[in-house]
Structures are given as structure tokens and as C-alpha cells.
């Protein structure tokens, strides 16, 4: 925020495109669209709360549905513009498909920091809420967190970006809400080709 | 609805109205009003009345909605002792304090008086403000902040409050605020995950005169117990603790509960109903949507034979899950009011305010 990069030269990634072809790349609505949101929203869908499922191993359950969600929540993350390069979270490996974990109604996304005193790392995971919660479905609670050993304030980080009332404050702040909407402007997407 | 349990919850009235998260509500403890803060920066007020259709049911209805004029949300609201004074702590860092333009003291109903006018804006913390509160006697209003402070306003004739105190004694957010049902003593809760305590020294200032570790992440809510002798409090590492007064000044830990999945936001203790030798009823609510309600009972400790390390015990006496569809629930509160001492009112990021009854399954 004050003109300091905390890292000038990040290695970037060719975006990873799935064969799939992603409702960004058909050049449609940046937020889910009307074909998605049906599936998504139907109360009637709304399936009992599993806790060994979401508090044990994410991934053993994997059903199609679900793997469809990974998908959505993948797309709504992946071009987020980086706080400080002209490149998408994708592009510079901060976020991957890898990194989401999915259980009824609740999602995890676990990103990496291109270098461990990031100090912007607080402003991507906003940016990664902040996405989620203006997309998805309010039943589903979101968690984000760093990757476990990349960030040296690991759990500083966590705990705010967990934190709904300083995410509401944060939200509150016009400044901080300027910064964080062109984040969520797209790179790398349709839109900046 | 958890079957096996010895009552349930019955839910009695769902009050919309807030365009946004509601954060908080707040039973005025001398007339049948209740109050609700939201992110849309509004404090509504509803009253109720027996209802026409019997003896026992309550209708709730919508008085009022108080503007403001915070320009972040209304995170926290207190009312005076007295009933009569309303406080309000906003994100915009500022706490408002309320009267009505209209004093007629009319005790019947809480829709007869005039419109609500704020009669003091207290403004001293940097950052949000998150909680206040009044202590026992009504003389002192406490609000805290995320800028780390606890400020101690004493309440003035005409409206007036002067500050006695800024304490600086937790290292993050201050996230709550609570005075002992009696004496002066407050008890704050924090991001840092500590619980402090504060009394006022007569030839000095107010000062922290202990602190209660234990909790693993942020403390959320705090809640004494109705007689005073124990202080309940809700953390993010999803564990409810129950400290007890041991010395005057010394508060020790000696009860954990689990029951929540996720952050726990809120617990109020109320004096519940039925036998007098329990502590009361703890309820407690959070990001997981669910309401719980323990009855705790101390045990008479001469009277154990065997060696056992809690003199508390906890027993769940309802519960409802997804009291509030899928959303979090932010605040719970027990009326304070003679023979409403089952109900409570609760708060969600819906932007509802519910009441609920507890009665037998």
C-alpha cells in the first residue's frame, strides 16, 4: 500500500485452462450466471450438514456435484487480479483447483503467497472472500487460509481473514473497498485480452 | 430439533426489517421493548403484548426505527438500568446515546412516549466500535474498540459523561464488554485471546487487576452469571468457559463446554425457570446457526466423595440448528424481565430478529 513491493519479480505460470470450456473464457457474466445459479441456489437441494464430511477428509466424498462446485469456485477465483503485478492469482500460482476443498456447504480455499513476508497476503485472501460471498449461495461458509509454512505471519493472516467482523469493517473502508474492487476486476480473463 | 431433550425451543416471533446483518439485540429491562443494531446503521425497536389468542403467547410488533446517523454500522446497543437510555457503538468509531424526547413514564407499553433523539455522541476511539455496556447501577458506560482501548465514561446529569478511564491493556481488538451484575466490575474480551477484569482503584484509576487465559483464539462474548460468581465466556476456538470467583479478585477456570462447529459468537446467562438450586440457563449461538441451552448446576462440593475436578456441571437442555436458515447468528440474549425468563431474542446475518420460548418437549 505504501509503494513497497514486496516481491518484484514473481515467477508467472501459464494460466492452467481445463478442457472444459469455463463460462469466463465464453466471454459471459463475470459473477455465476443464470444456468449456474439454479443448481446452486435450490433450498430443495440443501443437503443435511455432514460433519465428518466437512471436518474430516474433504476429498474422500467427492461427488460429481461437488466437483461441479470446485469448478465454480475455481472460476470465480482464478482471475482476481494480484495486488501488485498485472497478473491474474492464477497466473502467479497464489490460488489452483488443488487448493479448494469442497463439503456440504462449506468451502475451503487455501492460497500460496509468492513470497512468505507478503505483506499483501491479507488483501488477496479479502479479495478471495470477497468474491465468494458476492457470488455464491450465503449456505455456504467459506474459510480461507494460507498454505500451511509459506507465509512467516501464517497465523496472523488466518485469523483476520477469518474474522467476520473485521471483514465487515474492512469493508466499510472506502479506500481499502477501492483497492479490493480492482482486484476483482479481471486479468488474464476475456476481458483484458 | 433434537427430540431426546428436555424442551425445545418454540420460536414466537421472526421480526424483518433490517436491510442488512443484524449484529445485535437488546432487551430493555423495565418496559417490554426490544431492540436491534444492523449493518444498515439503523436501531429498530419492537414491543410486546400478550396476545389476544391466549394467556401465555406474546405479540411482538414494530415501533420504531432510529436512523442513526452512525456512518458504518451499528455494531453493539445497550440500555441504561433504568430503561430510559439507550447507547449504540458504531464501526464509524462513535457511540451514540439515546433518550426519548418525551418522557411521559408511562409504564405500560414501550409505543406511547415520543421519538428517540440521541443526546450525546461519546467520541474518543480511533477505530470501530464493537460492544458497550452499562454497569449495575447505571453511572458508568463502557465501550471498546479494535483500536485495542476500553473506555470508561461516567454518566452525568443532562446527558453529560466524562471519561475515567482508557485502559490499554489487551494487545488487538477489543471485542466485548461486560459489568458484573452488581458490583463495579467489568470484564473485557479480545482478538488477543484473553479475558481481563477491572476495578477502579479509589485514589487511582481504573485498573486491570487480572487476566484469564485459556482460550486458544478470540474471545467473542461474555456473559456473568446472574448472581455474580461465575463469568461465562464464547470463543473462536469453539469451546464456551465458565469461570468462577474463587478470592474476591481471582476468577479461575472451571468448566469447558463444546456444542458448536464454529465460531461462537454470543452467550447470555439468564436466571432460566423451574428449580432454584440451579445456576440459571447459559445460551449460547454462533456461525454455525445453532442455538444451545444449558442448565448449569453447582455442585455442593462437601458433599463429594470422590475427587472431581468440576464443581459445575452442564446440561443441554435444547437446542435448535438453523435457527436462522443458513445464516450465522451474531447475538442471543435472555429477557431480563419477571416472568419472561424464558425468552430469548436472537439476531442473523438474514437481518431477522427472532424470539423464542423455551418450553417442555
Redesign the interface.
Known amino acids: 500500500m505504501n509503494g513497497e513491493i514486496f516481491n518484484a519479480n514473481p515467477t508467472v505460470y501459464a494460466s492452467k485452462r481445463s478442457a472444459r470450456k469455463s463460462k469466463f473464457e465464453a466471454g459471459q457474466s463475470l459473477w455465476i450466471d443464470e444456468q449456474y445459479q439454479p443448481e446452486l441456489s435450490s433450498e430443495s437441494e440443501v443437503e443435511p450438514i455432514d460433519e465428518d464430511e466437512i471436518f474430516g477428509g474433504f476429498q474422500a466424498f467427492l461427488t460429481p456435484k461437488l466437483i461441479q462446485i470446485t469448478h465454480i469456485v475455481t472460476d470465480l477465483i482464478r482471475f482476481i487480479a494480484d495486488p501488485e503485478h498485472p497478473n491474474s492469482l492464477e497466473e502467479l500460482r497464489v490460488v489452483s483447483a488443488e487448493q479448494i476443498k469442497i463439503g456440504d456447504n462449506h468451502i475451503m480455499v487455501e492460497f500460496t503467497p509468492t513470497v512468505p513476508h507478503c505483506g499483501m497476503s491479507t488483501l488477496i485472501g479479502l479479495s478471495i472472500r470477497v468474491r465468494l460471498m458476492r457470488s455464491l449461495p450465503q449456505r455456504f461458509k467459506v474459510d480461507i487460509r494460507v498454505k500451511p509454512g509459506s507465509h512467516q505471519s501464517e497465523l496472523a493472516v488466518n485469523k483476520q481473514l477469518n474474522d467476520k467482523e473485521r471483514v465487515a469493517a474492512a469493508l466499510e473502508n472506502a479506500a481499502l473497498l477501492e483497492t479490493l474492487e480492482k482486484c476483482l476486476e479481471p486479468v488474464g480473463g476475456p476481458n483484458s485480452l | 430439533m433434537d427430540v431426546d431433550l428436555p424442551c425445545r425451543l418454540e420460536l414466537i416471533s421472526d421480526l424483518p426489517g433490517h436491510d442488512e446483518?443484524a449484529w445485535q439485540v437488546a432487551w430493555n429491562p423495565t418496559k417490554p421493548l426490544l431492540a436491534s443494531c444492523s449493518?444498515d446503521k439503523s436501531v429498530r425497536t419492537y414491543s410486546y403484548r400478550p396476545s389476544d389468542h391466549g394467556s401465555k403467547s406474546l405479540a411482538f410488533s414494530h415501533v420504531g426505527t432510529i436512523p442513526t446517523g452512525h456512518t458504518?454500522?451499528v455494531?453493539s446497543i445497550a440500555w441504561a438500568p433504568s430503561g430510559k437510555t439507550l447507547a449504540a457503538g458504531s464501526?464509524d468509531s462513535n457511540v451514540s446515546v439515546w433518550e426519548r424526547e418525551d418522557v411521559s413514564d408511562s409504564e405500560d407499553s414501550g409505543e406511547t412516549a415520543g421519538d428517540w433523539e440521541c443526546v450525546t455522541l461519546l467520541e474518543g476511539h480511533e477505530?470501530?466500535c464493537?460492544s458497550v455496556g452499562y454497569s449495575s447501577s447505571g453511572t458508568l458506560l463502557a465501550s471498546c474498540s479494535?483500536d485495542k482501548t476500553v473506555w470508561i465514561w461516567e454518566v452525568q446529569p443532562d446527558a453529560d459523561f466524562e471519561c475515567m478511564g482508557v485502559l490499554m491493556e489487551h494487545s488487538q481488538?477489543v471485542?466485548c464488554v461486560a459489568w458484573h451484575p452488581s458490583e463495579e466490575i467489568l470484564a473485557s474480551g479480545s482478538?488477543d485471546d484473553t479475558i481481563k477484569l477491572y476495578i477502579d482503584d479509589p485514589s487511582e484509576d481504573w485498573y486491570c487487576f487480572s487476566t484469564l487465559s485459556g482460550h486458544k483464539?478470540?474471545v467473542w462474548s461474555l456473559s456473568w452469571s446472574p448472581q455474580g460468581s461465575y463469568l461465562a465466556s464464547s470463543s473462536?476456538d469453539l469451546t464456551i468457559r465458565i469461570w468462577k470467583r474463587v478470592e474476591e479478585h481471582k476468577w479461575k477456570s472451571v468448566l469447558e463446554l463444546r456444542g458448536h462447529?464454529?465460531?461462537i459468537y454470543s452467550i447470555s446467562w439468564g436466571v432460566g425457570k423451574g428449580a432454584s438450586e440451579n445456576l440459571g440457563w447459559l445460551a449460547t449461538t454462533g456461525?454455525d446457526g445453532k442455538i444451545n441451552v444449558w442448565e448449569i448446576t453447582a455442585h455442593k462440593l462437601f458433599q463429594e466423595t470422590q475427587h472431581t475436578k468440576d464443581p459445575l456441571s452442564a446440561k443441554l437442555l435444547a437446542r435448535v440448528s438453523g435457527a436462522h436458515n443458513?445464516?450465522?447468528i451474531n447475538s442471543v440474549s435472555w429477557c431480563p424481565r419477571l416472568n419472561h425468563s424464558d425468552l430469548l431474542a436472537t439476531a442473523g446475518?438474514?437481518g431477522l430478529v427472532k424470539v423464542w420460548r423455551v418450553v417442555p418437549s
Open positions: 446483518r449493518a458504518k454500522t455494531r464501526f477505530t470501530e464493537k479494535r481488538d471485542k482478538y483464539s478470540t473462536d462447529e464454529r465460531s456461525g443458513v445464516n450465522d446475518d438474514d
